[in-house]
């Protein structure tokens, strides 16, 4: 049989799974995982839907072969928001904001706005950069402002960034 | 599910052995390391799956920038990520960081790779342009050993490369940008992010004593592959930046270009363009930096 | 599919029947309860499903008042309001669930009917096409800065500003979220989005070839409504699904006319039609 194992830090827990080397990570996530909260959009790079962290960058996991994802690797999808305070604090944004409406682009672009914001301690919160973040995220119902909203909002979130980043070294449980 | 479910993935630990995987008929396979290009052309079925792949991604011999023998030296797996953030890079070939910068989104920088978007053989390789005027050279190793070729004569036409089947690009070589010049980038897409190019290009120029002393100017999506514009940078050569410069260096160029129409642009705004473009080249070569 | 139906449904029942709006849950629509009421068209979801709900919990309000008023108040009127009933003569107050209990064990659920009527005033000839052929019309205005520039005929909106009148907002989040989108969209018919036809296929058929703006392409967006509140129903909502998406490509069609002095007829407006208009000399 054509499948091997890897042992990846999947939100935070340690995950052991078998599949077919070339299988996309999508597919690894979604079927063999069951994690269905990154989704499946245009399955060639463009619109965003199916952005995971590895390692911390936000990457297509359509267009990963999870063979190439090696072992002790760090993996984030959306499942994993809710265990770091910037994760929930993302989610309550987007919620407060009405930033979903059909929702389908949503776990990408909170993955987007994830790594953006959690990713560097010299965050660019201006505008275009901020915009460019998200560039990789297709949105087709609510438009993009409401995903990274007003300048008081940028201000907040900049202010708990630093929960999040001490939440990160510690780990979620 | 995926087209891929019986492809076989070798994953080598170092360069040698991946050398030696891709000498033996027994382990070739085709290299994948972003993936950007390969993996949507494999699951759409443009190309057939193959029966083996060689995972490159990681390889630490592939993933550095660093000056040596006075040439910027730039690992074929840098993601487009590292480039645009990378000093070196941002010094010594600005225009290569710029266009690394609008590559896909945020995701496909942080996946795709110098040497995947040469590799890939595409006349719309955001890449190609800087890495033309910088003379680059590009590094090729197998188990018979290194050969540096220059990239014009390394990348042969549409999807045609100069490569062995069982070597691989490792590196390449830049000259790094003079002292008191300026390089720059422009491209033209359908959209701000997220784009093929209808036509790009890179420049890398210096004035001395009100003249040019250097000018290089490579465009793509222009032509089977992107291409350095020798006659216009020869006739650029010791002339002043004035009205008559620019009309002319415009004119000639989109008299040069022989580009197609397809679903992106027109054949016509593309030559046009092409001449445009050398036009805002020269005038940021003329602005004060 | 996303539109907030499922949040402003129940905040019109809440508000017509004045309780808060977690004491209102929101089924499925299903034909097995309800009439068919014919296929989701013409943005009327809010301004015909919101107006019958609304006028429904107002007659159910009615009815339990009546009750409260006769059980409770010895004939005195009653008036629900979020967790009481109140005697309007003594201002003495009932809570809700202590009406609503014994109401449901003696006369079992209360169960309100109701249908949506076209206002009189409207009326539409089908022979001679005369009339108003929908009870309401929402209103926008749009506008949009663009930049063209000089050297490759790009163009860029920088700033879109607009005006709405859907009748009464209902939710202004979820509203501005809806006019957002059309924006959006509407910038992507404008600019860049096109569906040609080559050998009997889609020629765009994938995201790759089918361009819709990104974040980078979509300007800063000034949304606000002027709400004037339809008169033909109680409600007073409007429709807001479809209008965002009309006016902003004619808007950048006539900034780019002002721009550059020509007039592209056609979407999308592009520098390839740009050119072709003004000749190579620019």
Known sequence: MNKIVRTWKLNGEQRTVEFPPMRRLLDV??????LKGTKEGCSEGECGACTVLLNGKPVTSCLIAAGQVPDGAELMTVEGLEHTEGGRLLQHQYIEKGAAQCGFCIPGMLMASYAYLAGADDVDLREAAMREAHAGNICRCTGYEKNYGSRERRRRTMAERRETRKNRTTGPR | MSALEQTELLTPNTLDEALR?????????????????????WEAGVRPAPARVINIKGLTELSEIKMENGALVIGAGVTHAALRHSSLVIQCAPSLAEAAATVGGAQIQALGTIGGSIGNASPASDMAPSLLVADAIAELASVRGIRKVPLPKFILGYRKLDLAPDELIVRFHLAPMPVG??????????????????????????????????????????????????????WLIG??????????????????????????????????????LVRGFLEHLASPS | ??????????????????VNMNRVRCPNPDTKFVPDSGPTVASRTTMVVGST????????????EAYASEAFFGGAPAELNEHFFKNTYTNETIPFERVADRLIKEKGPQRVYNQFKLPPQIRWDQRTFVGDSYPSYSWGCNVAEVEV??????????KVTSFWDIGRVINPVLAKGQIEGGLTQALGFALMEKMGIKDGLFDASRMQTYVVPTALDTPEMSIDFLEFPFTGTALGAKGVGEVPIDGLAPAIANAVESATGVRINELPITPEKLLSKLGAVV
């Open chain 3, 149 to 158: 520039n000089p050297l490759t005929l790009e163009i860029k909106v920088k």
């Open chain 1, 29 to 34: 996530l979604r079927d063999n995982l069951s």
């Open chain 3, 53 to 64: 709900l609304f006028d429904a919990a107002i007659k159910l309000k009615a009815q339990m």
């Open chain 2, 181 to 234: 010049a300026k390089e720059n980038w422009h491209k033209l897409g359908p959209r701000a992010a997220q784009a093929i190019s209808k036509v790009m290009g890179s420049y890398r120029g210096k004035v001395e004593s009100g003249r040019i002393s250097l000018f290089a100017v490579a465009l793509g999506s222009v032509a089977p592959t992107a291409v350095r514009l020798p006659e216009i940078e020869q």
């Open chain 2, 239 to 276: 002339r002043a930046i004035d009205a008559e410069t620019l009309k002319g260096a415009e004119k000639r160029t989109s008299d040069i270009v022989k580009p197609i129409a397809d679903i992106r642009s027109t054949a016509e705004y593309r030559r046009w363009v092409s001449g445009r």
């Open chain 3, 1 to 18: 599919m996303g539109q907030g139906t499922f949040t402003i449904m129940p905040q019109i029942v809440a508000d017509g029947l004045s």
């Open chain 2, 21 to 41: 995987f891709l000498a033996d008929e027994n382990t070739r396979g085709t290299l994948l390391c972003g993936g950007t290009d390969l993996m949507v052309q």
